[in-house]
């Protein structure tokens, strides 16, 4: 696996701030189980088990943003995609506790209704 120098790593304040200005499209590369359980409003599942750079969504004009656990998975994502020669070179540093330490809202589901028990506190 490559990643490059070209790796950009963007803060979790840059991230929803990006998301907030609908500049990016944020790409979480963790498991289903992980996503099921917690995630960050606006983020699409694309996990590394099965990444497929070649499948990712259109970004119309914005930036690919990639996001996992800690940082670790997001940066490999960024080797894949240079692999195979897309330029999507963006993740959030730290991952989602990153984000979560920063003190910015995740989306939380009841496992067996699916009701949110925790949503954003605010519109991204």
């Known amino acids: 696996m490559v990643v490059s120098a070209d790796l950009t790593e963007l803060s979790p304040a840059a991230v929803e701030k990006a998301l907030r200005e609908q500049s990016i499209v944020l790409i979480d ?7 099921a359980a ?6 699409h599942l694309f996990p ?4 497929d750079p070649g ?3 259109s970004p119309e004009g914005r930036k690919i943003v990639f996001h996992c656990g800690s940082g670790k998975r ?4 960024v080797g894949k995609c240079l692999e195979r020669g897309i330029t999507h070179t963006a993740h959030m540093a730290g991952g989602i506790l990153a ?3 920063a ?3 995740t989306i939380i589901l009841a496992p067996a209704s699916r009701v949110v028990l ?3 506190d605010q519109t991204i």
Not at 74 to 77: G, L, T, V
């Open 29 to 35: 590369v963790r498991e289903s189980p992980e996503y």
């Open 38 to 43: 917690e995630r960050i409003q606006g983020a």
């Open 48 to 51: 590394l088990s099965t990444f």
């Open 55 to 57: 499948a990712l969504p």
């Open 74 to 77: 997001s940066a490999m994502a």
């Open 99 to 101: 984000w979560k330490a």
């Open 103 to 105: 003190g910015l809202p």
């Open 118 to 120: 925790r949503d954003a």
